[in-house]
């Protein structure tokens, strides 16, 4: 059976970073001027222009920040991976400060926690697309926009706790299900970067783990 993926330790929030489509790692900037608005979560407010980089780069080397090397992860071992980390979110979330953001620039637990959620949600779509269709194109999820638009900050920490559990396992079971055969089935972005089955899960679960540090869970 294979071994859940060990996280590497030493990440920790306040080094900047970007992407677009479901591409960004780190500690998030704010997205306060995607939506040209600020939001006051605990902090100061403050307006980051996104970045536009593309990181695929981690399926390639090493993660500088987390260590995590995602060429490496075996998807057959991400599910339990996936449930490991669930426990160390809600308890994040739980923190009397997981509504602060612990600087300019930087989101709180809360709207990380909220991204990961969706994260879980959007992948387990993008898992089902490539299994069920021909090299599909998944559409552009703007991720900046989204946190705005849904509001992030001012979610519920103990119901974004519960969301995030219900879909990390939700991934967790589909993921399980999925056939060594079907690893290799292609898919593509919108931006045009390809990924196979293999490839979109290691991807993924770079962002969970590497976010699992930005709020130190």
């Known amino acids: 059976m294979p071994r859940p993926v060990a996280p590497p330790s030493g990440a920790v929030a306040g080094y900047p970073a970007a992407m677009t489509d479901d591409a960004r790692t780190g500690p998030r900037p704010t997205t306060d001027e995607v939506a040209e608005t600020t939001q006051r979560t605990g902090a100061a407010e403050t307006s980051v222009e996104p970045d536009t ?11 500088p920040d987390c260590g995590l090397v995602a ?24 923190r009397p400060d997981a509504r602060t953001r612990p600087a300019r620039g930087v989101w709180s637990t809360l709207e990380y926690g909220a ?10 779509e993008r898992l089902r697309l490539v299994l069920e269709q021909d090299d599909p194109v998944f559409a552009n999820w703007d991720q900046d926009a989204t946190a ?8 519920d920490p103990a119901v974004v706790a519960d969301e995030l559990a219900t879909a990390a396992e939700a991934f967790a079971d589909q993921l399980a299900a999925v ?9 593509r972005r919108s931006n045009g970067s390809v990924f196979t089955v293999r490839t979109l899960v290691q991807y993924y679960l770079h962002d969970v783990v590497h976010h699992t540090h930005d709020v130190r869970a």
């Not at 980089?53 to 993660?63: G, Q």
């Not at 991204?115 to 387990?124: E, L, M, P, T």
């Not at 705005?148 to 979610?155: F, H, I, L, N, S």
Request: aromatic share 8%.
């Open 179 to 187: 056939p060594v055969d079907a690893l290799d089935r292609p898919a």
């Open 148 to 155: 705005v638009q849904e509001r992030y900050g001012a979610q």
């Open 53 to 63: 980089k593309d990181w695929t780069w981690v399926l390639e080397r090493a993660c």
């Open 115 to 124: 991204h990961v959620r969706d994260v879980h949600r959007i992948f387990a």
């Open 71 to 94: 060429a490496d992860v075996d998807p057959a071992a991400v599910p339990a991976t996936v449930r490991a980390l669930t426990p160390r979110w809600q308890a994040a979330l739980a």
